[in-house]
């Protein structure tokens, strides 16, 4: 018969993770990290997003090999090399993106993973088995309901009731409040506490402030792949931990010439109470108001996943406004398509160029003129002008300073050549208005520099530029205006020089500022 | 209209249903781990033509039922091995599958063309005898169709009630995640090729022994693709698939019923209503999740990173 | 087995892709008529006369060549009608009953100006037969446009509904008063004109040049870029301005209508006449043949040239050896299978 968990049997008493240390082409994600779990306690790994959070979690998850470490459960080295191993030790993760299927019932999700089914499915038993567990920790679903129709705090508790089912005792939850309503989340800490009280020992990924002082009991902060800092929950405040977070080295800092602000012209961007629909695990935006005047940019920060890429995609066209109206260029653009937005001369540089704007398997130049196909087509269409292709492809990357092969399939580029392609072709015909995702993303110093050069010559000749981002020290140097996105909302909106790093980093991690007017 | 046109109507639609069904049921554990078989009618005729020949010549049909039960599970091993082991496309493999069937088939009934073979017995829906010879003849059913509805049953529990059923459904919604949870999907989907194909062999081997007693090249008229189409239209679920089987079936005795009370309607038109039904049927409930096919029927399991 | 990489510093000719690439098509096919012979041997017949009967006769006689190009004719036309569609990812089983569809359009314009001259029937025949088969292929690519249905179902779901419309049309209004199963002889006028004594009829160059005109389209316009954009990454091509609904039905009543022409030239080239079921399976042939080329125009010429030799071959034996006719399926079967177990080698689009 199908036992209940018992806190009590094999007692996970603490996991820790030595010198682990992981890079990726291009990237240290972790640098000799050091971490201790505890049972019954919660423990908070705090840290922006690429400071290497999820990437040493799923090491211990077993969903990647450590280069350099050791991994010990109770003091013995454990080699964890596949979700299996992991399980095995009863460590369990709950990913962003979850892992059920919509079409079957929460039972039969769940049954899916219990570890001792028999060969006829006893409905009766494992019903009960999850009343027992999901009434004792705040769980409660119906078992019966198709995934499908959950909502998002309900597939939440699914995936921890899997956990829990699979004698996990080491609950890994990734950014478990990112797509979560406020009531939800306070159930969450609700369940979290009694899991905690009963022994088990949670780890909890995040970016956000007010649910680490809520919930931890230890905090550990990364940085840039190294530990920044861990201290226990009484030793920590809000500023400690935001310096720890957001400190930046000083490097060569970014000297923009600052444009004087121009006299009252109408916006080439205005986005008015727009609020759009959340499919599954997209974040629904709510009642966004925005403006981009030209000779502006106006640099979007925050932490990725709170809205950046339904921003770029709602003013594109992309995804539909589910309320509020758009305006480009002064002309209503609320239903019109992404070609329209594109003729009028809207350059667009998404988060992901390889999955959201190129075709992999057609060539560099071919790739340039996708974008643009009316203006190269000849004949009626009937013949493409490749030469005029080649030559505004050579004028674009001549003035960025860049060199990318032209002839070979877009998909065999690298990342940061990749990122330059689609930087040169949506700057080729000097567009008014750019949204720029993430624009220096995997680039190289030099590039990075271009790129921002670029955008600042574009906006000194009159075009205005979103231009979302991560790196602050960025969005500091460019912006003129500096608006954070944090779940979906504007939740602050300034000029670079009336604000510093950590009110942004507050605002950025959904803590509550008041911002203290200075004269 | 009388009674014995509209008996005859449902005794035809039982007749030749119950092959239908058995392909059906077939299909909709193959489609649920996330296989389409479109070269069912190939399967089919190899099954029929194979245990028609041995029914044949050893006289016994029950060994000529075996037989076909058993080519129907090993011509869907073919389509397995080139759909999971070499991870060739779904829809060209079924094809070549079904011409591969049309040739077997012919080359396995040739000489069997015409012979007449010992059939099954034909037994008298229990709580009819009372009735006029008139009316019980219409009711003589072979074992094979009272099998058909508890096989029903069967297959929607060992889909529904059974932990190989459960992961079978995984693999056809998302193999990814079934692979997480410990199993094979490679392994699965073979298995349930296998059953599939052993059901749609029993089927062939109703409509062959029992039901028509003899052979022709393409005896099986497009049944293999109906069943297709049925599986859409039980939106893969096999008691649903009861109510379309005698659906599709009844369609060709309600001509003979119109016409016989004088309705004019022209048979080819009449044969198209199962297939506007599922059509209907599709644009109907298409966003629905709970009646849409297995998330990922068709698509090629890649296997683990 | 020996791996390519270890034999070919022993033959430098096997440093060329090329080379290897037609190497393999060619040991694929002789496996599969390898696999036949065997089948051949079983049922008592004689497999190496049988292929020496199939090749003299399509490779060596005239006659037999001619009957190659006449098999070939609707094939390349079917497979294109896939071939196009797949390029923005759209899979397209429904040639079958676009193709009815498309007859069943032309016959009425044979039957209905059947007073015209040739020079102005058969173009309206042809605008016709493709109104026909893209009617037939636009419900599909319009519920596959607003997310609705997968359109390898519902094009599916078509294909037995064409001929029974057929049927019906042919039974109740068409049909000749001697046969109910197939409408009066076209007149002459309703006839493509055929070559050299043999049943070549225009469909060929039909054929030929839409073939042509699909790889130059593809090639160089604008369209074609787009599409090929759509069928990389259709997200991507919608971010990038590219109308992706508009492609999508577009593209799929283009390729409906070229199986209608196929329709259209079987019945008016071929049989002179519109007779129940008269398609045997072309548009499931249409769509192996695009799959084996991998959607390539010249890829498509080839394979349905092997295809059509195949079934040439088919009804030599059947009546020399009295080999039943379906038994060539088996070496259509085996050709694609061989093909099927080795996906890696084929290049260009999946179908």
Redesign the interface.
């Known amino acids: 018969m199908l036992k209940s968990p018992d806190p009590g049997s094999s007692p996970l008493n603490v996991v820790s993770m030595r010198g682990i240390t992981k890079a990726f082409p291009g990237v240290l994600a972790n640098d000799q990290i050091d971490l201790d779990i505890y049972a019954s306690e919660v423990h908070a790994l705090l840290g922006e997003n690429g400071a290497g959070k999820s990437t040493l979690m799923k090491i211990l998850y077993g969903f990647y090999r450590l280069d350099s470490g050791q991994i010990l459960v109770n003091e013995q080295p454990v080699m964890i090399q596949s979700p299996h191993d992991a399980r095995a030790i009863q460590i369990g993760m709950v990913f962003q993106d979850f892992s059920l299927i919509p079409a079957l019932s929460v039972m039969e999700n769940l049954a899916l993973f219990l570890p001792r089914l028999p060969a006829v499915l006893d409905v009766k038993g494992i019903n009960q088995r999850i009343q027992e567990v999901s009434g004792r920790y705040g769980l409660d679903v119906n078992p019966n309901a198709l995934v499908a129709q959950l909502s998002i705090g309900e597939l939440q508790k699914v995936e921890i009731l899997k956990l829990l089912l699979a004698d996990a005792r080491l609950l890994i939850l990734d950014e478990p409040t990112r797509v979560l309503a406020q009531h939800e989340v306070q159930a969450l800490f609700k369940v979290i506490d009694t899991l905690k009280k009963d022994g088990y020992a949670i780890v909890l990924i995040t970016h956000k402030l007010r649910e680490v002082l809520e919930c931890a009991d230890r905090i550990t902060v990364l940085r840039t792949g190294k530990v920044a800092g861990t201290l226990i929950r009484s030793e920590a405040k809000e500023e400690g931990l935001i310096s720890l977070m957001f400190e930046k080295k000083l490097g060569a800092p970014i000297v923009v010439p600052k444009k004087v602000s121009m006299e009252k012209v109408s916006p080439l961007l205005e986005l008015r109470d727009v609020s759009t629909h959340a499919e599954g695990l997209e974040t629904g935006l709510k009642g966004i108001d925005l403006k981009v005047n030209p000779g502006e940019i106006v640099g979007v920060a925050g932490v990725s996943g709170n809205g950046q890429k339904e921003l770029g995609d709602v003013t594109m066209g992309l995804i539909h406004c589910s309320h509020g109206k758009k305006f480009i260029f002064g002309e209503d653009f609320t239903d019109k398509s992404v070609q329209e937005a594109r003729f009028s001369g809207v350059a667009f540089i998404p988060e992901n160029p390889l999955t959201m704007s190129i075709a992999p398997f057609m060539t560099v130049l071919q790739n340039m003129a996708i974008t643009r196909t009316m203006k190269y087509a000849r004949l009626g269409g009937l013949n493409i002008d490749w030469q005029a292709v080649r030559m505004d492809v050579d004028r674009s990357t001549k003035k960025l300073g860049f060199s990318f092969p032209l002839y070979i399939l877009a998909r065999s580029l690298s990342g940061g050549n990749l990122q330059r392609m689609v930087v040169a072709r949506e700057l080729i015909d000097e567009p008014h208005l750019i949204i720029a995702s993430y624009l220096t993303r995997g680039l190289d110093v030099q590039s990075a520099i271009a790129a921002r050069q670029a955008l600042v010559q574009a906006r000194d000749n009159g075009a205005g530029v979103l231009l979302i981002s991560e790196d602050l020290e960025e969005l500091f140097a460019l912006s003129d205006w500096l608006i954070i996105l944090y779940a979906g909302k504007i939740v602050g909106n300034f000029k670079p020089e009336d604000t510093n790093v950590y009110e942004i980093g507050h605002l950025m991690t959904g803590s509550k500022v008041e911002h203290v007017e200075n004269q | 209209m009388t009674l014995l046109a509209i008996f005859g109507v449902i005794s035809s639609a039982i007749f030749s249903g119950t092959s239908l069904l058995y392909t059906t049921l077939g299909e909709v554990i193959d489609e649920r781990s996330g296989i389409v078989n479109l070269g069912l009618e190939g399967v089919l005729l190899v099954s029929a033509s194979s245990g028609f020949a041995v029914t044949s010549l050893t006289g016994s049909p029950y060994l000529g039922i075996l037989v076909s039960v058993l080519a129907g599970g090993m011509m869907n091993m073919i389509l397995g091995y080139l759909v999971i082991s070499r991870k060739a496309n779904q829809l060209a493999s079924g094809l070549a599958l079904m011409f591969f069937g049309f040739g077997l088939s012919a080359l396995i009934g040739k000489s069997f063309v015409g012979t007449k073979i010992n059939s099954l017995p034909r037994l008298l829906l229990p709580g009819l005898e009372g009735l006029p010879r008139l009316y019980t003849s219409l009711f003589k059913f072979d074992p094979l169709i009272y099998l058909v509805i508890p096989m029903a049953f069967l297959v929607w529990w060992l889909l529904f009630r059974t932990r190989w059923g459960l992961g079978l459904r995984a693999v056809g919604e998302n193999a990814d995640i079934a692979y997480a949870s410990g199993r094979n999907p490679h392994l699965i989907r073979y298995q349930a090729l296998f059953v599939g194909g052993m059901l749609a062999g029993l089927g062939a081997a109703q409509l062959a022994i029992a039901y028509a007693m003899n052979w022709t090249e393409y005896m099986t008229a497009g049944r293999g693709f109906i069943a297709v189409a049925l599986v859409i239209f039980s939106k893969w679920h096999p008691l649903r698939a009861i109510v379309g089987a005698l659906i599709f079936s009844a369609a060709v005795a309600f001509q003979l019923l119109l016409q016989s009370s004088g309705v004019q309607i022209s048979p080819f038109l009449l044969d198209t209503i199962p297939y506007l039904l599922t059509l209907i049927v599709l644009i109907a409930w298409g966003g629905n999740r709970k009646h849409s096919a297995p998330a990922s029927l068709g698509r090629v399991y890649q296997g683990s990173e | 087995m020996l791996k390519t990489s270890e034999i070919a510093p022993c033959f430098p000719i096997l440093q060329n892709k090329t080379i290897i690439l037609v190497i393999r098509y060619l040991f694929m096919i002789l496996l599969a008529f390898l696999l036949f012979g065997i089948?051949l041997l079983i049922?008592g017949k004689d497999p190496l006369q049988s292929y020496k009967d199939i090749f003299t006769y399509t490779m060596g006689s005239a006659y037999g060549f001619s009957e190659v190009l006449v098999a070939m004719i609707p094939m390349l036309l079917t497979a294109l009608a896939v071939a196009l569609p797949a390029r923005v990812g759209l899979?397209n089983?429904g040639g079958e009953g676009q193709l009815y569809i498309g007859a069943a359009f032309a016959t009425f314009g044979a039957l209905t100006f059947s007073s015209l001259p040739a020079w102005l029937l058969l173009p309206i025949m042809i605008i016709l037969g493709m109104l026909g088969g893209a009617l037939w292929a636009f419900v599909p690519g319009y519920?596959k446009s607003i997310g609705?249905?997968?359109e390898?179902?519902?094009t599916?779901?078509?294909?037995?509904?064409a001929p029974?419309?057929i049927?019906?049309l042919i039974?109740?209004f068409w049909h000749s008063p001697m046969d109910t199963v197939k409408t009066p002889n076209f007149v002459a006028a309703a006839r493509l004109p055929t070559f050299f004594g043999t049943r070549i009829h225009l469909g060929l160059v039909i054929g030929l040049i839409l073939l042509a005109l699909f790889w130059l389209f593809m090639k160089?316009?604008?369209?074609g870029?787009?599409m090929?954009?759509i069928g990389?990454?259709a997200?991507?091509?919608?971010?990038?301005?590219?109308?992706l609904k508009k492609y999508l039905i577009v593209v799929m009543c283009i390729g409906g209508a070229i199986a209608g022409l196929a329709g259209m030239s079987q019945v008016s080239g071929f049989y002179g006449v519109l007779l129940l079921n008269f398609s045997l399976?072309l548009g499931?042939m249409g769509?192996?043949v695009s799959?084996?080329a991998g959607g390539e125009p010249l890829g498509i010429l080839l394979m349905s040239f092997v295809i059509s030799v195949i079934i040439t071959g088919g009804n030599l034996l059947q009546l020399t050896r009295g080999v039943?006719?379906?038994?060539?399926?088996?070496?259509?079967?085996?050709t694609?299978?061989v093909v099927?177990?080795?996906?890696n080698l084929i290049k260009g689009k999946?179908?």
């Open positions: 089948i049922s899979i089983v519920l609705l249905v997968n390898t179902i519902t599916l779901l078509l294909n037995p509904i029974k419309i049927g019906f039974f109740g160089y316009t604008r369209w870029l787009e090929r954009a990389n990454n997200q991507a091509a919608r971010r990038n301005g590219i109308p399976s499931y769509f192996m799959w084996l039943p006719y379906s038994v060539i399926n088996l070496l259509l079967a085996f694609v299978f099927l177990a080795r996906p999946k179908v």
